[in-house]
């Protein structure tokens, strides 16, 4: 069965660049959510969007932004970054409104040197 | 204060020492429970969703149960390839989206 796709796997960037990140929902999974997991730490809501809209939003520092495409796809852009943005980042899709099962991809490790 | 609390942080079990991890919330409104597997540097893996007090649901040696204050996750006969962190998420609320998770439980399954 087709899974979350998260673009690239492995990203390292220096302080102050801009990083990009991709995520392919599930087919037919119209919301899309991104977190945030530090070393040792449970994963952390960053934002999520449904039929392309923002639909939440927790602890997403100004300097990240993110948007979901009319194909659903989502990227999550963070510019000016900080050592402490280093993680994993994740993408987890769902079909329909929050409740439902929410399923992860394999997530995006951010190095900032 | 954390809603939602696991435990214990880590447990170390035999092969097929059967155990109960735990998982209490204090959210208000609970849209729903869901349990996840994660393994390092992978993606939390999907196991339960439990909606209602009194549910139950179980997949080969899993079991998860929830009351209104927790859930517990019933690992029967354990093996070692069960060895990885257990979180649990929580989600409050009508009209919101995010899960709070818990810290895990880091379960090693010695053979």
């Known amino acids: 069965a087709a899974g979350v796709i998260q673009s690239p796997r492995h990203l390292i960037k220096e302080k102050r660049e801009t990083a990009t990140l991709k995520c392919y929902p599930i087919p037919r999974h119209d919301t899309v959510y991104w977190y945030q997991q530090g070393p040792g730490q449970d994963p952390q809501f960053l934002i999520s969007f449904y039929e392309k809209m923002q639909s939440d939003k927790g602890s997403i520092p100004d300097r990240f932004s993110a948007q979901q495409f009319s194909d659903y796809h989502s990227e999550l852009n963070m510019s000016s970054l900080e050592l402490g943005d280093s993680a994993l980042y994740f993408c987890?899709?769902?079909f329909g409104t929050g409740g439902s099962e929410a399923f992860f991809g394999q997530g995006t490790r951010l190095t900032v040197v | 204060e954390d809603q939602v609390t696991q435990s214990p942080e880590a447990l170390r079990l035999q092969e097929g020492e059967s155990s109960s991890l735990n998982c209490s919330y204090t959210v208000s409104g609970l849209r729903g429970l869901f349990w996840y597997r994660q393994d390092p540097g992978k993606g939390p893996e999907f196991l339960f969703t439990l909606y209602s007090a009194g549910e139950e649901k179980e997949k080969e040696r899993l079991k998860a149960t929830l009351t209104k204050k927790e859930s517990f996750l019933h690992i029967t006969a354990p093996k070692p390839e069960d060895s990885a962190t257990y979180l649990c998420a929580v989600q409050e609320g009508a009209g919101s989206y995010q899960l709070t998770f818990g810290k895990g439980t880091k379960l090693s399954v010695i053979p």
């Open positions: 987890a899709s769902s």
